[in-house]
């Protein structure tokens, strides 16, 4: 089956500081992939879609500047949450778009927690 | 908004019952998903019914698709306490996102 990963899978850091997660589709390859953000006790809410090899689509409200993609590759997407602060501390969570079938696998999820 | 809205919000229901969920959306679709999550866990893909489809049935799951009412519905049936966790519906429309619903907490008590 297709697998997907997310490393970190949680991480504390100072408020101030970028945290970087990586996202990578194991066992196929992926044009594109998504970042959702999960507050406790909500929904998914998607963030950005990553293209690889052209710049990211950012949802409405979503700061291009603060949250950095990169896809280098199409196994690899990286999200930077730069200059984190508490109010960033959330459940991020990554999918991978396989091309062959058009299906959306999930990472498992990365904790951040900003104090 | 194009989220779905999902009820009830949370249900707590007895190991053996049944355990159904709704799902309403307002856009049109091309298929609708299931997934399952548990606390604090990453998404489990249930089942995935397109919007040519009235019902699908997987194991102890069934889910239906009314599209001119733009619902669904997802019944888990014998549920046991394993079943515990949060369900998201999830609209697939012509963006190519996946748009998720409020979600629905499910309590399984043996």
């Known amino acids: 089956g297709a697998v997907v990963s997310q490393h970190p899978s949680w991480v504390i850091c100072k408020s101030g500081t970028s945290v970087k997660i990586e996202c990578r589709s194991l066992?196929?390859?992926?044009?594109?992939m998504f970042w959702y953000r999960q507050f406790p006790k909500q929904s998914l809410m998607l963030m950005a879609t990553?293209?690889?090899?052209?710049?990211?689509?950012?949802e409405q409200g979503v700061e291009k500047d603060k949250f950095l993609i990169n896809h280098a590759s199409l196994t690899l997407s990286t999200l930077t949450v730069t200059s984190a602060h508490p109010e960033d501390s959330s459940f991020y969570i990554c999918?991978?778009?396989?091309?062959?079938?058009?299906?959306?696998?999930f990472g498992p999820g990365t904790r951040l927690t900003v104090l | 908004s194009q989220q779905g809205e999902e009820d009830p919000q949370a249900l707590s229901i007895q190991e053996g019952e049944n355990a159904t969920m709704n799902c309403s959306y307002k856009?049109?679709?091309?298929?609708l998903q299931w997934y399952r999550q548990n606390s604090g866990r990453g998404l489990v893909h249930l089942i995935l019914?397109?919007?040519?489809?009235r019902e699908k049935h997987s194991g102890r799951l069934r889910v239906t698709l009314d599209t001119s009412k733009k619902s669904s519905s997802l019944l888990i049936t014998a549920s046991r306490a394993a079943d515990t966790a949060s369900y998201f519906c999830?609209?697939?429309?012509?963006?190519?996102?996946?748009?998720f619903g409020q979600g629905t907490t499910l309590q399984v008590k043996p």
């Open positions: 990553s293209n690889e090899g052209s710049k990211a689509t950012y």
């Open positions: 066992d196929f390859q992926a044009t594109t």
């Open positions: 856009t049109s679709i091309n298929n």
């Open positions: 019914i397109r919007s040519n489809e």
């Open positions: 999830a609209l697939s429309g012509n963006t190519g996102k996946l748009i």
């Open positions: 999918s991978a778009l396989r091309t062959s079938g058009n299906k959306e696998y």
